[in-house]
């Protein structure tokens, strides 16, 4: 267990509704990072957010957000719903100083649109 | 452009045999490489991160080497198990270790181990 946790498990929608995703990080980590995996793909960097703030941009599409709240938990904000969206999302977490090279990953949310 | 190449895409072996997984990348400036492991379906869990200065990092059976000259890492697996079967993925870092920016990804080599 990473000490990361992300709801729901499994989320099943319709093409063109909006989801939200979240995440809570291991104690005491200040930094939350958002990967996409579509079926037989690599993971896909997305958003990285460190106490607060957005710190880097990856492909993240505009149809998506996030935002890291004052507890530090994490929401990624997906609208607009394609096929193509389907796919395992994951969060994961690293140290306090937003430099650690070490990343806890969460057990994923797996998005299936239909 | 900055890569990480893994090779081979899969591989089948039996279990108690060992294995070599490859990775190339042409990241630069380096910071340092890290091997996870993803079972399928779950998040990926960290098995080594090296940094410039280290050339070989053990954690159980899994040993990673570096080479940062010919920018070339391997992860040996030794007296495999089926547990071992997995995704194997190589994530390169920039100089500024920690920021996601300077994270490259690679694809994985998926690993089935046979009993």
């Not at chain 1, 267990?1 to 989320?11: A, E």
Request: aromatic share 10%; charged share 20%; proline share 3%.
């Amino acid at each position: 267990d990473s000490g990361v946790t992300q709801t729901p498990k499994h989320l099943i929608t319709a093409t063109g509704q909006r989801v939200t995703l979240r995440c809570s990080p291991r104690s005491g980590d200040l930094s939350v990072y958002w990967y996409q995996q579509s079926l037989d793909q690599g993971l896909q960097f997305l958003i990285q957010y460190y106490n607060g703030e957005e710190r880097a941009k990856g492909n993240i599409l505009e149809r998506f957000s996030a935002q890291q709240f004052p507890d530090l938990h994490s929401e990624l904000n997906l609208s607009s719903l394609e096929l193509g969206d389907s796919a395992l999302y994951f969060c994961a977490s690293s140290g306090g100083d937003g430099r650690s090279y070490e990343q806890y990953f969460g057990p994923g949310t797996r998005l299936t649109v239909t | 452009k900055n890569q990480v190449e893994q090779s081979p895409q899969s591989l089948i072996i039996l279990e108690g045999k060992n294995c070599t997984l490859q990775c190339n990348y042409t990241v630069s400036p380096f910071s340092n490489l890290r091997w996870y492991k993803q079972d399928t379906g779950r998040g990926p869990v960290s098995l080594t991160i090296m940094t410039f200065s280290e050339n070989t990092k053990s954690n159980g059976r899994y040993t990673a080497t570096l080479d940062a000259d010919t920018k070339q890492s391997s992860l040996h697996i030794t007296a495999s198990q089926l547990s071992d079967s997995a995704s194997y993925i190589c994530v390169v870092s920039g100089r500024d270790g920690g920021s996601q920016g300077n994270l490259i990804f690679g694809k994985g080599t998926k690993l089935s181990v046979k009993p």
